[in-house]
Every structure is written in C-alpha cells, then in structure tokens.
C-alpha cells in the first residue's frame, strides 16, 4: 500500500505562486484576491455552496490490491487511470489482514485473527487465535499455489492478458485518480467513515494528510478524519 500526491493546479498570470486556498477564494470572489486564511472556503463549505472548490484539482498516484482499487474506481467524480498487467512481467500481492465478520453489521468487520504476508521471495502467514492456524496455513499455499501457476503460464509464452484471468483480489496494482477539491472532499466523507472498509480508510487517512498540507487553513477546521462533513 502506497500513495503520494504527483499533480496539482498551479495558478498563472495573476494567480501565479498562490496557493491551492488562495486560488479558490481568489476565484469565488471573481479575481478580488484577499489573504483571509481560509475563512471564506470554510463559508462556502458551511452553507453548501460548492462550485468554487471544483476549481482546483488534486491528482494521486496510488498502489493498493485490485480489491480496493475497484472501491476507489465507484467514485465517479474521481477520474482513474490504471496501470494495465497485460505488460507487467511479475505480479506482487498485498499483505491480507483476515478479520472476523461484525455479528449485527453487514459492512463491518471485527479484530484481526491472522495475517497472510507476501514479500519479493516468498510467503507467511501469521495467527493471532491458534484457532485459526490451519485456515491460514491453507490460504497461504492456495496463494502460493496460483503465483506459481501464473509463473508457469509467463514462462509457457502464454499471454500476460489471459493469465491475468487466474490473479486474486489481493493483487497488487497501481492507479491515478485526478479529482477536484471537491470530488477528494466527498471521497473523505464517505471513505473516513467508521463503516468503510479499514483498508480503505488507511488509504483515505493519507490524501486526506496530504491534502491538509496542501490546504492546512481549510482542513484544520473540518472533521474530516470521522467523515459525514459534508
């Protein structure tokens, strides 16, 4: 798992060297441009009015498993990019948390009863609940199992694009989401939420960091690690 920031709007002529706050209070007073601190994007967050904060946009580099990238793909104002496996010659896995399911919700998840761990040379698993010592054990060989049949399928010349067929959820692969402010401020508003999947929020938890850098007079003032701001 990993993320980093690799564009963003910079202003030009009269905009040139402000910041990211800078330029949407600058453009929702019509170029009047003032330092206020972020005062007037807090307003027009407060009373909804939106429009000015679809002006900027914030562009991420993101490696995750296919599971949770497809999550991120369900946002529709975030526009992906996804590097493609049909020319990628060796595949990695993300590490796998298994947790038990919630007794009463169906979108949570409990504590954690093991791990599945892959690194460049080889696999591990490890239990928290000795209960549980087999089934990981057996998920670990059923990994290791379809990486070597897909080895096997590279190596017999058979096509990246069909073997990619027989790759898990837990594969690892790495997409660009370009969105504006307000696009990424939905994203934490449904992604920071205690009832999105913990992989996800790890994830969420970083652009939102990394916007809060970017907007720190904007985001020292909103709830966005506990979503429902908006």
């Not at 800078?22 to 206020?36: F, L, P, T, Y």
């Not at 967050?45 to 562009?59: A, Y």
């Not at 696999?123 to 080895?151: A, H, T, V």
């Amino acid at each position: 798992m990993n993320l980093q920031l690799v564009t963003k709007t910079q202003g030009v002529g009269k905009y040139e060297g402000f910041t990211s706050e800078e330029i949407v209070s600058a453009i929702a007073r019509h170029g009047v441009i003032k330092n206020d601190n972020g005062k007037l994007i807090r307003y027009l967050m407060k009373e909804h009015h939106w429009s000015p904060l679809d002006m900027i946009n914030f562009g991420f580099e993101v490696e995750t498993s296919r599971a949770i990238g497809l999550q991120w793909i369900r946002h529709k104002s975030i526009n992906p990019q996804e590097h493609s496996q049909r020319y990628s010659d060796r595949v990695l896995f993300e590490n796998i948390e298994l947790r038990l399911e919630h007794p009463t919700n169906r979108q949570s998840s409990t504590e954690a009863i093991g791990l599945v761990l892959h690194s460049q040379s080889d696999w591990e698993n490890s239990s928290c609940n000795p209960e549980f010592d087999e089934f990981l054990s057996d998920g670990l060989k059923l990994l290791k199992e379809i990486e070597r049949y897909y080895q096997r399928g590279i190596e017999k010349g058979i096509a990246k694009e069909c073997m990619r067929m027989f790759l898990p959820g837990c594969t690892t692969t790495t997409l660009n989401f370009n969105g504006t402010l307000r696009s990424w401020l939905a994203f934490l508003n449904v992604r920071c939420d205690h009832h999105a999947q913990k992989e996800i929020v790890e994830l969420a938890l970083l652009v939102g960091e990394t916007l809060e850098k970017e907007m720190p007079n904007v985001f020292s003032n909103i709830d966005w690690r506990n979503g429902m701001f908006m």
